[in-house]
Structure formats: C-alpha cells, structure tokens
Nanobody, 120 residues
Framework: QVQLVESGGGTVQAGGSLRLSCAAS????????MGWHRQAPGKQRELVAD???????NYADSVKGRFTISRDNAKNTVYLQMISLKPEDTAVYYC??????????????WGQGTQVTVSS
C-alpha cells in the first residue's frame, strides 16, 4: 500500500509565503515524477509544478518566479515553496507521484489535498 500525505497548507495574506510538503510511504520501489496540482472552486484541476527524479523541473506560467519545487529522494518527499502569494493562488493543492511499487507495477498516486487560502 502506498500513501501520499501532504502538510503545510493554511491561510496567509497576499504577499505571504507557505511551504507545502508531501511524503510518500509504503511499498515503494522507485518514484519518477513528483508534482503539485491545484483546484480552485468551480475550476478544473491544473498542474502547478513537477520534478523528475533527476530534478528537472516544470512550472505553470502563473507561478514561475514565485514557486519553487524540490524533492528529497532519500525521504520520498516533495516540497513546494510558495512566495509572493496572490488571492488567485487560493485552491486545494494536491500532491501527485508516479510510483513503482514493490511488485514492480507503476501507478500514479494522489494525496488527499491541502487547502491554501490567500486573503487580499
């Protein structure tokens, strides 16, 4: 059984910062891409950023220069450092990871989501 557990969400004022964490646990053989998506009320879920096992990163245009994704492969953990937050960043943030479990089968896993609210 593989689980992704997120932490670090909350409420901040515009211009503030938050750091999200997501730890993968369970029967893990390897993890390729890890990433963060978000879904605002009434909108579709969108990719925020992702990072490969080789630490190649990819960002949505709306967060470039403000958000930084990183990972600790030894801890199977991915982070999202968010600065200069805007009210439009308000959403539920979901962690996602492509994981090959101990049986060798690859699958995409999702966390339960963590709320980020940015007040103006």
């Amino acid at each position: 059984q593989v689980q992704l557990v997120e932490s670090g969400g909350g409420t901040v004022q515009a211009g503030g910062s938050l750091r999200l964490s997501c730890a993968a646990s369970g029967s893990i053989r390897s993890i390729s891409v890890m990433g963060w998506h978000r879904q605002a009320p009434g909108k579709q879920r969108e990719l925020v950023a992702d990072i490969t096992s080789g630490e190649r990163t990819n960002y949505a245009d709306s967060v470039k220069g403000r958000f930084t994704i990183s990972r600790d492969n030894a801890k199977n953990t991915v982070y999202l450092q968010m600065i200069s937050l805007k009210p439009e960043d308000t959403a539920v943030y979901y962690c996602n990871a492509d994981i090959r479990n101990s049986n060798g089968f690859p699958r995409s896993y999702w966390g339960q989501g963590t709320q980020v609210t940015v007040s103006s």
